[in-house]
């Protein structure tokens, strides 16, 4: 195993004058690690904060604000490379302007690969891969293999590569870093599904899918393709030779009420904590992914026993007259809700916000077990019309506190209040997790007060 410490030799041409879009977590974090290594990057941000801007001088960095058309092509035109913040979207101007003046788009991931070789576990998907890189984590680390969550987490890879406690690094590879990647090569690459999602981002659904699709790219001799069997999406991609997972198909798969693997049962159904549909593709998933990156089978059971669940992921709040209320405040696209939905037999859905510019017309399918829905955002009309034709009752609200008031009066004996927006939260929050904080507090106040 090799590390890299912080004064590399010669960096490669293609680094002599970079230039940084985006001044986030991650653009602070390449920021620092260029830095570290003699090179001090052009960096470029449409609003920056006063923290970003105190973060640029500290780093002896030039920060340009906000630039016009002309300002940004002579920014791009002189640099050797253009390091875009993850999330950044297609249609920004910085693509148009790199593209222009022949300028080749990196990722963190690319230089991270220049400093450090020791082994990752990538893993990518529309829906779950938080959860999967977190149990895969916790597996490898019970299994005396040092492991770190990076990527599209509070701790990018770049910056991660520091840390040399670390034996395995398991990335949570969000499209927008896996899009603007050169060479990314894991030595285990899972993909868990595909749906519809950042079309407000990527150009188009197809190029989402690609961006997906290039997690494999780049495969070894002796690397691992782990793809999801009952996903085509995910399979018409998928290398000869992978590993595959499902429910109820797949090298790992639910064969009654037991996880069962090449070697026969791992566990069963009743040892999971969380045993909903998507609990349970989950583990199959976690299962396949975490052998293969040299997990033990007992380290592997202990993980998926203890596992509870992450916040704002069908996280239960509590029950009061019968009723029951879960937090999902991270299902931001429809198939998200959908499987959520699928898991309960009554539901009153909480769903809208801020679209990503996909359909919301499929939600239709969640009734039932969906018997009422209450509309919330800007989105809200777009939900209402997906429910329309089922005959479902529908209301809409203005806030979070009617939204909760409305689901209690719609809300029977038996049924699930489940807040799972199937939009992003960006016209009432600044994020997710405020939202879901939001949610869980009235909720709280009502019950409890």
């Known amino acids: 195993m090799r590390t890299r410490s912080a004064h590399e030799p010669q960096l490669p041409d293609w680094l002599d004058r970079p230039c940084i879009v985006g001044f986030g977590i991650t653009g602070r974090a390449v920021a620092e690690a260029l830095v570290a290594r003699s090179c001090r990057p052009l960096i470029i941000d449409d609003a920056p904060s006063e923290h970003a801007r105190a973060a640029a001088d500290r780093l002896g960095c030039e920060l340009l604000a906000a ?3 002309d300002e940004l092509s002579a920014a791009l035109a002189s640099a050797t490379v253009l390091l875009p913040s993850p999330g950044l979207p297609d249609h920004h101007p910085a693509f148009a302007a790199a593209a222009a003046s022949a300028v080749p788009v990196r990722s963190e991931f690319d230089l991270a690969a220049l400093w450090d070789d020791r082994p990752v576990v990538a893993i990518t998907g529309t829906n779950g891969k938080t959860t999967v890189t977190t149990l895969v984590t916790d597996a490898l680390s019970r299994s005396a293999r040092p492991a770190l969550a990076v990527g599209n987490t509070p701790t990018p890879l770049v910056a991660a590569i520091e840390d040399e406690s670390i034996c395995t690094f398991v990335v949570e590879a969000s499209s927008f870093r ?8 894991p030595t285990v690459a899972t993909w868990m599904n595909f749906a519809p999602d950042h079309l ?12 997906k699709a290039s997690i494999w790219h780049h495969l070894g001799d002796g690397d691992t393709a782990v793809a999801n069997l009952e996903d ?13 997972f499902g429910l109820s198909t797949g090298d790992w798969h639910w064969e009654g009420d037991h996880l069962v693997g090449p070697d026969g049962p791992l566990l069963a159904v009743s040892e999971l904590q969380r045993a909903q549909p998507h609990d349970r593709s989950n583990a199959a998933c976690v299962a396949a992914t975490a052998l293969a990156a040299g997990a033990s089978l007992e380290a592997i059971r202990a993980t998926l026993r203890e596992f509870s669940g992450l ?24 198939q998200a809700t959908l499987a959520a939905v699928g898991g309960f037999a009554s539901v009153v859905l909480i769903a809208g916000g801020r679209n990503k510019g996909l359909s919301l017309a499929q939600l239709s399918e969640a009734a039932p077990p969906v018997h009422a829905v209450v509309a919330t955002g800007d989105a809200a009309h777009e939900v209402a019309e997906a429910f329309g034709p089922t005959g479902v009752d529908v209301a809409t609200a203005s806030d979070m506190a009617t939204a909760i008031a409305l689901a209690d009066d719609f809300a029977r004996p038996g049924d699930t209040v489940l807040l799972s927006p199937a939009c992003t939260s960006f016209d009432w929050y600044p994020n997710y997790v405020a939202r879901g904080e939001d949610f869980t507090a009235l909720v709280l106040e009502r019950f409890r007060s």
């Open 178 to 185: 896996l899009a603007h990647s050169h060479r990314f090569a």
């Open 311 to 334: 916040p704002h992921r069908v996280e239960r709040v509590g029950a009061w007259g019968g009723v029951e209320w879960f937090n999902d405040s991270k299902a931001t696209v429809p």
């Open 200 to 211: 407000d981002a990527h150009a188009t659904l197809a190029e989402y899918e690609e961006a």
């Open 232 to 244: 085509p999406t995910v399979m018409r991609h998928a290398p000869a030779g992978a590993v595959t």
């Open 67 to 69: 630039p016009d058309h």
